[in-house]
């Protein structure tokens, strides 16, 4: 080695042990700024890593990182000598950008370097290095089919290499790009499979996720059936908001095991105390969706909403009481706790909420007459805002318990966007308007139905009957 190229090494490998020798990220970022200029691209990549690292331990918001003008210089600098980064550095600067947030739109021909340096050398990336790539492709918001498609080749190579958190994350970043990879994902359960009781808390939460967000139910079948026995025989050690995200995960696939239910009915009941209010509703909205009704579990649901209710928000508000009604469950205690916390949040209800809690209520026949006047006051505002089955819920619900003006405002809202209403729905529709001052909504629903050649079936053909007859209005 020439006497000159010996001394640029030496420096480097200087300015490497002074960068890992930093403790905090900003200790770097000063380094960046008085000797930056002498850094060569292992310097760059390492430095960028290590800011990230540091900031990923200490669990701080990146923001103040990234605006400082030395973090400014790093990228700059690392954006210029990306081609000679080795392949490790285009992995870990993929995965240092990701982890400070960086936003692609700010730096946009770092990130394009970073997509084409990525491109040209995927097939020399190790397991984690792909894993990384694609996780940060992901949490960037990057769209690259063509990166994407590389990746999954060279992942279906090394798969056997993968650990656990490798595995969760490649699944999880082909989940939420969508983009279809379906030898990868057939290929990750069969590697995943034999080690599930290796997977972390947050490791299998993330796998299950990914199978669920990728819709295809049938052929992982095998995969959910395995995770649902491990799963069931770990409840006592998962923490309460992995057993709920992975049950979250069941029913968002309309996967049913019902070993796996019993299991997590077992744990809430045994140890209900590490219950947040977002995992309770969530456990309630999967249970109702699955259909599983366990009373041992609905019990102890109930008892929660009493503890619980002052820390739901309104989507949790409205998950539980659509849950419990889905259920056919009356708890008359809960029930009056979910309707104050709905009357304390009126105002911050977004309309699925409003609708859920009021058809959540007139279903199980629980009248809390405040609730329904309260929310009849939402309602009077807020309907134009309303979709075709938001407003059918409302409508139902307050036909027998809500205030003239409400119903007035729904029928309104329901006139002008006839056209969005199926069949079922316009039937329901005239059902709760089924009253002379509605007489001109039915009409326009009639002409509807005739419009579109529905074919009814003959409880509805007798239900629509009734609602004309009720509202002076001809059927034919």
């Known amino acids: 080695v020439p006497p000159t190229d010996r001394r640029v090494d030496r420096a480097a490998v200087q300015n490497n042990h002074k960068i890992c020798a930093c403790d905090r990220a900003e200790e770097i970022l000063s380094l960046v700024g008085e000797i930056g200029h002498t850094f060569n691209e292992v310097n760059l990549a390492t430095a960028l890593h290590r800011v990230a690292k540091h900031c ?184 309460m908001s992995a057993l709920v995200n992975l049950v979250w995960s069941f029913a968002s696939a309309g996967v049913t095991h019902k070993g796996f239910l019993e299991a997590v009915t077992n744990a809430v009941v045994g140890r209900s105390g590490g219950m947040t209010a977002q995992d309770l509703a969530t456990l309630l909205w999967s249970a109702a969706t699955l259909k599983y009704r366990d009373e041992r579990l609905l019990e102890a649901a109930g008892s929660l909403i009493l503890r619980l209710a002052p820390e739901m928000t ?75 089955a938001q407003i059918v819920a409302s409508a139902t619900a307050m036909s027998k318990h809500g205030s003239p003006e409400a119903m007035a405002a729904l029928a309104s809202a329901a006139s002008q966007i006839l056209p969005n209403f199926n069949p079922n729905a316009l039937v329901t529709l005239a059902d709760s308007f089924a009253a002379p001052q509605y007489a001109g909504l039915l009409r326009e629903i009639r002409s509807r139905l005739q419009e579109i050649g529905a074919r009814l079936a003959q409880r509805q053909e007798a239900m629509l009957s009734q609602a004309m007859a009720s509202a002076g209005v001809d059927a034919c």
Request: net charge neutral; with cysteine.
């Open 56 to 239: 990923k331990r200490s669990r701080r918001d990146s923001a103040p990182l990234l605006a400082r003008p030395e973090m400014e210089t790093l990228l700059t600098m690392a954006t210029a000598r990306l081609p000679d980064f080795n392949v490790q550095g285009v992995s870990n600067a993929f995965w240092a950008l990701a982890t400070l947030k960086v936003a692609p739109e700010n730096h946009p021909e770092l990130v394009a370097q970073l997509r084409t340096v990525a491109a040209g050398r995927v097939a020399e990336f190790q397991p984690q290095g792909l894993a990384n790539t694609a996780w940060a492709c992901a949490t960037l918001g990057i769209q690259d089919p063509a990166l994407m498609e590389q990746l999954s080749l060279s992942c279906l190579k090394s798969l056997n290499a993968f650990n656990t958190q490798d595995l969760a994350n490649v699944a999880w970043a082909f989940a939420t790009v969508h983009h279809t990879a379906d030898d990868l994902f057939t290929a990750i359960a069969a590697a995943a499979i034999p080690q599930l009781d290796q997977f972390n808390p947050q490791e299998l939460s993330n796998i299950v996720w990914s199978f669920k967000a990728r819709r295809q139910p049938q052929q992982d079948a095998k995969f959910f059936v395995a995770v649902a026995e491990c799963a069931a025989t770990r409840t006592g050690a998962l923490p």
């Open 314 to 388: 309104g989507h949790d508000i409205s998950n539980a009481v659509w849950a419990l009604a889905t259920l056919r469950y009356r708890h008359r205690a809960a029930l009056d706790r979910l309707a104050e916390e709905a009357l304390a949040q009126r105002a911050r209800l977004q309309p699925q909420a409003v609708s859920n809690v009021l058809w959540g209520f007139a279903t199980v026949g629980h009248a809390h007459k405040e609730m329904f006047v309260g929310l009849g006051e939402v309602l009077i505002t807020q309907a134009p805002r309303y979709n075709a």
